[in-house]
């Protein structure tokens, strides 16, 4: 083989080695979700894949083409700020929230660029978090299942499920910055049936024990826990102190009376974290939050543990367990 001629065949050749390499070169980044959560990681692993649900539902699977990087503030509210930072720094395509209001607030305090999805009970425009429902502005939007507008048929409920309802008590995690809008709701439902309001509030196992001990000794007849991730995590522990002092329970979803509680009535959780992955998507695909209207959750359940009605003496009418979209023998 002449000289020239092995040039020629050596650097096409190599031309050929180099030519993947360059392709990859040119592939995008693989995007980066930045996930924000006010509390630990393990209780709420069943809502995290709810989000990955969402995501796949627009063409998004982790590991595959998307990255999930979470931070989680166990629970202590101050770090949020700084992990918020963090997320910022490493230039996440996405932040999703978890956690209600305080990681929202920290996320957007935190950046005016990169797309923010929430998910909150409250209302979303009274806390800040958004112009309005339909026109989020800026660059956040999310999910709203407005948990404290469920107080009147919340009510309802208890007083068909307990006929002799005439005290009730409320439990808020004293340290949740729109607490007083769950009293406030609540305050307003009662008042027209003559109903006494006991208010108590914990921040800690501690405090969970005395304040559940205060309960027993008003003689409640009844007992909404509100819904916040303090209690959530420390789901099991509220469910057996209730059974202890034998009181009837009403939460906000169904994972407390799958637990032992009495009653679940509110949005489905598990629902809304999925349309935060399925908005987290569509942002990826070039939308902006802006432009996506601020979601209502529509699906509500209704769960009625009929072991735990037995064990406390409470007797759900056929007309309540009709209704009941799962009841738990």
Do not use: C
């Not at 998307?66 to 700084?82: K, S, T």
């Amino acid at each position: 083989m002449k000289r020239r001629e092995f040039i020629t065949l050596a650097g096409a050749a190599a031309a050929a080695s180099a030519w993947p390499l360059d392709v990859r070169a040119q592939q995008p980044a693989m995007p980066v979700i930045g996930f924000l959560g006010s509390t630990s990681s393990g209780p709420y692993a069943a809502l995290v894949e709810a989000v990955r649900q969402g995501l796949k539902e627009t063409g998004y699977v982790e590991g595959q083409n998307v990255a999930i990087e979470f931070r989680w503030a166990d629970g202590q509210l101050d770090r949020l700020p700084a992990l918020a930072a963090e997320l910022v720094s490493r230039k996440v395509d996405v932040i999703v929230t978890s956690g209600s209001v305080p990681p929202a607030l920290a996320a957007k305090a935190a950046t005016s660029t990169i797309p923010i999805v929430f998910h909150t009970g409250a209302d979303p425009v009274a806390v800040g978090l958004v112009d309005s429902l339909n026109r989020p502005g800026g660059n956040i939007t999310g999910v709203s299942f407005l948990t404290y507008a469920a107080a009147p048929k919340r009510l309802g409920l208890l007083r068909d499920l307990i006929p002799a309802l005439n005290v009730l008590g409320l439990l808020v995690h004293s340290k949740d910055p729109v607490a007083e809008s769950a009293v406030t709701e609540l305050a307003a439902a009662v008042h027209p049936f003559g109903i006494a309001l006991h208010v108590e509030r914990a921040a800690s196992e501690r405090e969970l024990d005395d304040v559940f001990a205060a309960l027993a000794q008003r003689k409640v007849d009844a007992l909404i826990v509100n819904t916040d991730p303090f209690f959530r995590i420390r789901m099991n522990q509220v469910v057996a102190l209730a059974a202890r002092h034998a009181i009837p329970d009403m939460y906000s979803g169904r994972d407390y009376a799958v637990a032992g509680g009495l009653v679940g009535y509110g949005a489905s959780i598990s629902d809304a974290y999925r349309q935060q992955g399925v908005y987290a998507g569509k942002i990826l695909k070039g939308e902006k939050p802006a432009d996506l209207p601020v979601m209502q959750s529509t699906k509500f359940e209704f769960v009625i543990n009929l072991k735990t009605a037995r064990t406390l003496g409470v007797a759900p009418s056929p007309g309540l367990l009709a209704i009941a979209d799962e009841v738990i023998e």
